[in-house]
Each structure stands twice: as C-alpha cells, then as structure tokens.
C-alpha cells in the first residue's frame, strides 16, 4: 500500500485510464466540491483530479500487485469530500461531521473478489493514523442476502467494515448504512 501523491500518481492515472477514467471519466472526483456531471469532460476530472493530488488535497491508499496499482480507497476530511450520496437523509441525523470520510473504492476489474477492496480499506485506515487519526465515517451497502455486482459496490460493504471495526450508526436510504470508527493516531514514545 501506498499513499496517493505526486510520487504514485502515475501508477493511479495508469489504473483510471485502464478503466476509461473509471466510471466514465469520474477520475475519482464525484465526492470533491467539484463534484462531476454534464458540464466536465473526463479530461477536465482528470486534470482536476490531479491537481488536487499536487497540492495535497486528494487522499487515497493505492494498493499494489508488484510495481501496479490495482485499486484504491477515497479518503479525506469533509471539506476535501463534501458531497455524499442521500445527502438529505443524511444531514437529517447530522449530530457531529466526522474528522473523516471514507467515500469510495475502486478496484481493477482483473482483481476484484480478492480482497484488494479490503486490503485498500486497511491502508487508509492506517493513513489516517498517519495523519493524526480521529473519528472515521463512511456510507457502505448491506449486500448481506443480495446479490450485488462487484463493479457497484463503490462505497465497499457493510460486512467489509465491520470487520475492521466499524459500527452502524444509522441507515441512508434503502440499503446503506452510516458506520464509524475512531482511528487513534500516531503514539507518542517519549517526550514531546
């Protein structure tokens, strides 16, 4: 696993491109301010996407066959990923906003069921320590008893969070669900 940053955004812009800038040039920027629509071009999301890498304002964990990124979790503050599906439902039970949010994964279609998802989780978790830790939110789909393509599942499964620890808090429309963590962050040995 690796941070997204200047050093590993070839290896992400390798994995998008692969993919037709995943989801149809979304380049991971649906969750930004920006947001992605009618009025952006894949290139525009891609050209956004990047600088927002650049100046250290996109956070992701790449994970890695070997010297390829084979897929990734969105992570970062909610100023950095204000915009979030059932946005209504879910201010609706708004107590507090998360020092965090998870908002989305993507895996390469050559590697999906084999646990990159889970492993891509894993890193950011430990990315957010990195940076200080706190309170970690995200928006997964209960898939328990469904059968849900592995190219939909953008915002990870509820069951793959809980395994890491997480805790449902409330539902967002039919089937997804808000869970939290509390990420410590980095231990201190010794005086500060």
């Known amino acids: 696993m690796k ?16 993919h037709n ?16 629509g009618r009025n952006t071009t894949a290139s525009q999301n891609r050209a956004s996407k990047e600088r927002r890498v650049r ?3 996109a956070h992701a964990a790449l994970v890695y066959d070997g010297s390829s990124a084979v897929g990734w ?15 209504r439902a879910y201010l609706e039970g708004l107590t507090d906003l998360p020092d965090w ?14 646990g990159v998802a889970a492993a891509a989780l894993k890193g950011a978790l430990r990315e957010i320590a990195r940076l200080g ?3 970690v939110e995200s928006y997964p789909e209960d898939a328990a008893g469904r059968s849900v393509a592995g ?14 620890g997480f805790r449902r808090i409330r539902r967002l429309g039919k089937s997804h669900w808000v869970v939290t963590k ?3 962050g980095p231990s201190h040995d010794g005086p500060s």
């Open 3 to 18: 941070p997204l940053d200047e050093t590993t955004w070839s290896d992400f812009a390798r994995l998008a491109e692969k």
């Open 21 to 36: 800038g995943v989801w149809g040039g979304c380049w991971c920027m649906a969750f930004h301010p920006e947001g992605v």
């Open 55 to 57: 100046e250290g304002q």
């Open 73 to 87: 979790c969105q992570f970062g503050p909610p100023d950095e990923l204000p915009r979030i599906k059932h946005k």
């Open 101 to 114: 949010r998870i908002t989305c994964f993507f895996v390469d279609r050559d590697y999906r069921r084999k």
């Open 133 to 135: 830790g706190g309170t």
């Open 151 to 164: 190219s939909f599942l953008h915002n990870g499964t509820v069951s793959m969070f809980e395994s890491q």
């Open 182 to 184: 509390v990420v410590p």
